[in-house]
């Protein structure tokens, strides 16, 4: 893959309603080529946040070193996508973007080389998994500082959900260029339970140096990708029943480019306040149960704060008590902002058990800072409690401008406990409810999942339905159901073909809901691949990773040895700024990761008949890399204690 870069080196800001400037990554073009089976070839790049207006290009095609021939017959001012019909398979071929701005044409800033024996459809990603282990979810960062996305990879062996007992491998993080050439490796120990409630990591540029950083919990005996040893290498925490319930607990930022512990502190919260060794009676009494269960449920993500810079959320709980703490990682030192304790002041007695197996940031009051949408409540930038809906827990949750019908963003949300409402719609800002969708369940439980998505276009905003609770049909964003039958599956959504509407994505296939005639048309099943989490049948990732708006999806082969980036082969007439210049977007694929995964949404509509988001990003210069500290330089490798 090119390593051609923008050639202004910066920090790629958005203003936003308050004129604040939010740090936001430098990407390259993210020229991207696939081979198709008829023997042509597609080729798809970015449109930036930093692009001039009126931006267009021309894409070269060098042959085996051959003098470059443009592909184009005009300079494309449309959609960044295009089939090259006078591709040959099985030849070097390179394909330059070179920019036109007022008519001039600029050098080459993105590139992509397909290799002569490159597969039909999608891209290949070797792995060197280890053995026993499984590759599971990924995220991305940039995290050499060259304008493309790295792959930060969760390996697991044998793993266990919270309210089970059992042995569990240690957990594994990996990083990998697309190409396959394995960086480094980090193994958490088995001071750390596998399981999708356990590790949640962020990967994001957090101190604005333009290399991403990873944080994570972790524990004595954690391995970086040095070969250091975080707290005490022999100490053994784990009990009888498979439990991890004391011992010390840490929050680690580890350096993107070597996997180096840069910074460990102590976790917060931790599982006692008063001792690393808490009885189940002391459990008990603060998190709800002594048996590890409703302690051992986190959550994280990433929010702009203060309107400019990110913020590690870090978070402990959903059941009962919930409990999110937010971290600066600045100059080397790592810093507690903030602590939220719905425990802590009787008057955040109803924010106690609104958690979901997963978060959502957002700016839901338009004020230029995000907040934190745990679920059934909002935690406000400031860490103080925004909102209670006070409709308890639920898996599935969707946060973005899901009707542009209504002003700001909305949510889209299921609940499980008995006697709730099953599913509901509210002002993100509010919490005001719009409508809400009772469950008529026998059993008196609600749903397990829900999507919420633009499937139809004969209605303005998104299509939401859910399987369980007894709740039937597919509903329109002013809760009226629009159809008796819904689409098989409510897993997961990608932006795939050339239309605005969105597709289903479920297991390891995508496709096409049919309006009129009430059935799902598949467009691609990803052969020899396969899912992750179970029955949420979730890609390893899905997001707008490289070439044009659209998304792409990862899968991870069968045989756990590769991972398949599929790019869509659908021509689309549309234009559009990368999504991961959209800030709501981009925190979502920090978190997609987290809990029970869930899609992104973008923080404007995106669906017929849109209104195209102006950008209005600037480039600010970087500090100088030569002053910036090192790996080595950012000790101790043990916690603050």
């Given at each position: 893959?090119?390593?051609?870069?923008?050639?202004?080196?910066?920090?790629?800001?958005?203003?936003?309603?308050?004129?604040?400037?939010?740090?936001?990554?430098?990407?390259?073009?993210?020229?991207?080529?696939?081979?198709?089976?008829?023997?042509?070839?597609?080729?798809?790049?970015?449109?930036?946040?930093?692009?001039?207006?009126?931006?267009?290009?021309?894409?070269?095609?060098?042959?085996?070193?051959?003098?470059?021939?443009?592909?184009?017959?005009?300079?494309?001012?449309?959609?960044?996508?295009?089939?090259?019909?006078?591709?040959?398979?099985?030849?070097?071929?390179?394909?330059?973007?070179?920019?036109?701005?007022?008519?001039?044409?600029?050098?080459?800033?993105?590139?992509?080389?397909?290799?002569?024996?490159?597969?039909?459809?999608?891209?290949?990603?070797?792995?060197?998994?280890?053995?026993?282990?499984?590759?599971?979810?990924?995220?991305?960062?940039?995290?050499?500082?060259?304008?493309?996305?790295?792959?930060?990879?969760?390996?697991?062996?044998?793993?266990?959900?919270?309210?089970?007992?059992?042995?569990?491998?240690?957990?594994?993080?990996?990083?990998?260029?697309?190409?396959?050439?394995?960086?480094?490796?980090?193994?958490?120990g088995k001071n750390i339970r596998e399981g999708a409630h356990y590790t949640q990591f962020m990967v994001y540029d957090l101190d604005g140096d333009g290399i991403a950083e990873v944080a994570c919990k972790t524990a004595d005996g954690t391995v970086d990708?040095?070969?250091?040893?975080?707290?005490?290498?022999?100490?053994?925490?784990?009990?009888?029943?498979?439990?991890?319930?004391?011992?010390?607990?840490?929050?680690?930022?580890?350096?993107?480019?070597?996997?180096?512990?840069?910074?460990?502190?102590?976790?917060?919260?931790?599982?006692?306040?008063?001792?690393?060794?808490?009885?189940?009676?002391?459990?008990?009494?603060?998190?709800?149960?002594?048996?590890?269960?409703?302690?051992?449920?986190?959550?994280?993500?990433?929010?702009?704060?203060?309107?400019?810079?990110?913020?590690?959320?870090?978070?402990r709980g959903y059941y009962t008590r919930s409990v999110l703490a937010a971290w600066n990682w600045r100059e080397g030192k790592l810093e507690n902002v903030w602590t939220f304790d719905s425990?802590?002041?009787?008057?955040?007695?109803?924010?106690?058990?609104?958690?979901?197996?997963?978060?959502?940031?957002?700016?839901?009051?338009?004020?230029?800072?995000?907040?934190?949408?745990?679920?059934?409540?909002?935690?406000?930038?400031?860490?103080?409690?925004?909102?209670?809906?006070?409709?308890?827990?639920?898996?599935?949750?969707?946060?973005?401008?899901?009707?542009?019908?209504?002003?700001?963003?909305?949510?889209?949300?299921?609940?499980?406990?008995?006697?709730?409402?099953?599913?509901?719609?509210?002002?993100?800002?509010?919490?005001?409810?719009?409508?809400?969708?009772?469950?008529?369940?026998?059993?008196?439980?609600?749903?397990?999942?829900?999507?919420?998505?633009?499937?139809?276009?004969?209605?303005?905003?998104?299509?939401?339905?859910?399987?369980?609770?007894?709740?039937?049909?597919?509903?329109?964003?002013?809760?009226?159901?629009?159809?008796?039958?819904?689409?098989?599956?409510?897993?997961?959504?990608?932006?795939?073909?050339?239309?605005?509407?969105?597709?289903?994505?479920?297991?390891?296939?995508?496709?096409?809901?049919?309006?009129?005639?009430?059935?799902?048309?598949?467009?691609?099943?990803?052969?020899?691949?396969?899912?992750?989490?179970?029955?949420?049948?979730?890609?390893?990732?899905?997001?707008?990773?490289?070439?044009?708006?659209?998304?792409?999806?990862?899968?991870?082969?069968?045989?756990?040895?590769?991972?398949?980036?599929?790019?869509?082969?659908?021509?689309?007439?549309?234009?559009?700024?990368?999504?991961?210049?959209?800030?709501?977007?981009?925190?979502?694929?920090?978190?997609?990761?987290?809990?029970?995964?869930?899609?992104?949404?973008?923080?404007?509509?995106?669906?017929?008949?849109?209104?195209?988001?102006?950008?209005?990003?600037?480039?600010?210069?970087?500090?100088?890399?030569?002053?910036?500290?090192?790996?080595?330089?950012?000790?101790?490798?043990?916690?603050?204690?």
């Amino acid at each position: 893959m090119s390593r051609i870069c923008l050639a202004l080196v910066g920090l790629i800001t958005l203003t936003t309603s308050v004129s604040a400037q939010r740090w936001m990554e430098q990407l390259d073009r993210g020229v991207v080529a696939i081979p198709r089976k008829d023997g042509s070839c597609t080729v798809s790049w970015r449109v930036l946040g930093t692009d001039a207006a009126g931006v267009s290009f021309n894409v070269y095609r060098v042959v085996e070193g051959e003098i470059p021939e443009r592909v184009n017959f005009k300079p494309v001012s449309g959609a960044t996508f295009l089939v090259d019909e006078a591709f040959r398979h099985g030849t070097e071929t390179t394909y330059l973007v070179k920019p036109l701005i007022n008519g001039e044409e600029r050098a080459a800033d993105g590139s992509f080389t397909v290799a002569t024996d490159a597969p039909f459809d999608y891209l290949s990603i070797p792995l060197q998994t280890p053995e026993r282990y499984t590759p599971n979810d990924a995220s991305v960062g940039d995290l050499d500082g060259d304008g493309q996305y790295e792959i930060v990879l969760h390996q697991t062996g044998k793993g266990r959900d919270s309210s089970q007992g059992g042995m569990t491998d240690p957990p594994i993080l990996q990083a990998y260029e697309f190409d396959g050439t394995k960086l480094w490796e980090i193994n958490l120990g088995k001071n750390i339970r596998e399981g999708a409630h356990y590790t949640q990591f962020m990967v994001y540029d957090l101190d604005g140096d333009g290399i991403a950083e990873v944080a994570c919990k972790t524990a004595d005996g954690t391995v970086d990708g040095v070969g250091a040893v975080i707290g005490d290498p022999n100490a053994n925490w784990v009990n009888e029943g498979g439990r991890i319930l004391a011992g010390p607990e840490f929050l680690t930022i580890f350096n993107g480019q070597t996997g180096a512990a840069m910074k460990t502190v102590d976790y917060i919260p931790a599982r006692h306040p008063d001792t690393e060794t808490p009885t189940g009676k002391q459990l008990d009494r603060i998190w709800g149960d002594g048996y590890g269960n409703r302690v051992d449920r986190f959550l994280a993500g990433v929010a702009y704060l203060d309107g400019e810079k990110p913020s590690l959320i870090m978070c402990r709980g959903y059941y009962t008590r919930s409990v999110l703490a937010a971290w600066n990682w600045r100059e080397g030192k790592l810093e507690n902002v903030w602590t939220f304790d719905s425990s802590s002041d009787p008057k955040y007695r109803a924010f106690s058990g609104q958690g979901n197996h997963g978060l959502s940031i957002n700016d839901v009051d338009n004020d230029g800072k995000d907040e934190i949408v745990y679920g059934g409540c909002t935690i406000d930038d400031d860490g103080t409690g925004l909102y209670s809906t006070r409709l308890g827990h639920g898996d599935a949750l969707h946060v973005g401008d899901l009707d542009p019908t209504r002003p700001g963003l909305e949510v889209f949300r299921i609940q499980e406990p008995r006697g709730s409402a099953g599913a509901h719609y509210n002002e993100a800002a509010t919490g005001k409810m719009y409508w809400k969708l009772p469950s008529t369940s026998r059993r008196g439980e609600g749903p397990g999942r829900g999507l919420s998505i633009d499937i139809d276009p004969r209605h303005k905003g998104v299509e939401s339905w859910v399987f369980g609770g007894g709740i039937r049909g597919l509903y329109n964003s002013d809760g009226k159901r629009i159809s008796d039958r819904s689409p098989p599956s409510c897993n997961f959504a990608a932006w795939w073909d050339g239309d605005l509407l969105r597709e289903v994505l479920d297991k390891n296939w995508i496709g096409k809901w049919d309006w009129n005639e009430s059935k799902l048309e598949r467009l691609l099943t990803a052969e020899n691949c396969t899912s992750s989490n179970g029955t949420k049948a979730t890609p390893t990732l899905s997001a707008d990773l490289l070439g044009d708006w659209r998304e792409e999806v990862i899968w991870r082969t069968k045989d756990k040895n590769e991972l398949r980036l599929y790019v869509t082969p659908i021509p689309t007439e549309h234009r559009m700024t990368t999504l991961m210049h959209d800030p709501h977007y981009r925190l979502a694929i920090a978190w997609q990761n987290v809990g029970y995964n869930q899609p992104p949404h973008t923080g404007f509509y995106l669906g017929p008949g849109m209104d195209m988001p102006k950008s209005n990003i600037q480039v600010v210069p970087l500090p100088n890399a030569d002053t910036q500290a090192s790996s080595s330089e950012l000790e101790p490798q043990t916690a603050e204690r």
